[in-house]
């Protein structure tokens, strides 16, 4: 069965400091993979999506970037964050044949 | 420029039934979803439809009119455990991208 694992649950970060989010997803290959962001009692918005290995999409302009390295390992970064990037963000996937998404459990950042 | 619109909040009694409305304007349409979401948890997916009509699982259906931009989900029996945020994305394009409401936060009554 299909399976994301996304880490760890909750973060607490200096302002300026780095910021690495890893997720990673078993049981599937090539699937679509997502980095969303949702502020305290709001939608999601959609930071970065990624169709393959290598092939990152921005949508939203920011201090921010994504990586994928591998098939099914999505990567979120920072080299300085942001009090504002302060957020709780979700990794997904799908397999685009227009089901839905699987989230991972998500990561509470705080920047402090 | 593309919108979803749904209540921010619906109360309902343990027991009854209750519609959540989604109204949407997107530059294009593939199809609606719905997700669920409890407080400090991840959304987890509940339905798509794509073709107009009532698309029914379990105590759940999900109603798509294309023609009005117009969706709803519909849940029966409500239970105390569907307490939580309901959210309607579409997806806009060829691209399996959603736009997000801001999600209507369900609170049940015992």
């Known amino acids: 069965s299909q399976t994301i694992h996304q880490w760890p649950a909750t973060l607490v970060q200096p302002v300026g400091s780095p910021l690495s989010l890893e997720c990673t997803v078993e049981g599937t290959s090539n699937p679509n993979l997502y980095w969303y962001r949702q502020a305290a009692g709001r939608g999601l918005q959609l930071l970065f999506y990624s169709v393959g290995i290598g092939q990152i999409s921005s949508e939203v302009p920011q201090n921010l970037s994504a990586s994928r390295p591998q098939d099914r390992q999505f990567i979120l970064s920072s080299k300085k964050l942001l009090l504002s990037d302060s957020g709780f963000y979700l990794c997904a996937w799908n397999t685009g044949t227009g089901s839905g998404y699987t989230f991972g459990s998500g990561t509470r950042l705080t920047v402090v | 420029g593309q919108s979803l619109e749904q209540p921010s909040e619906v109360t309902a009694v343990e027991g009854a039934i209750v519609q959540i409305n989604c109204t949407y304007q997107t530059s294009g349409f593939y199809g609606l979803s719905w997700y669920q979401q409890h407080d400090g948890g991840a959304p987890t997916f509940l339905s798509y439809?794509?073709l107009d009509g009532l698309e029914e699982t379990g105590r759940f259906s999900s109603f798509l009119s294309r023609s009005d931009s117009y969706g709803y989900l519909l849940l029966q029996e409500l239970q105390m455990k569907d307490s939580a945020s309901y959210f309607c994305?579409?997806?806009?394009?060829?691209?399996?991208?959603?736009?997000w409401g801001a999600g209507t936060k369900l609170i049940i009554k015992p």
């Open positions: 994305a579409v997806r806009e394009n060829s691209n399996y991208q959603l736009i």
């Open positions: 439809n794509a």
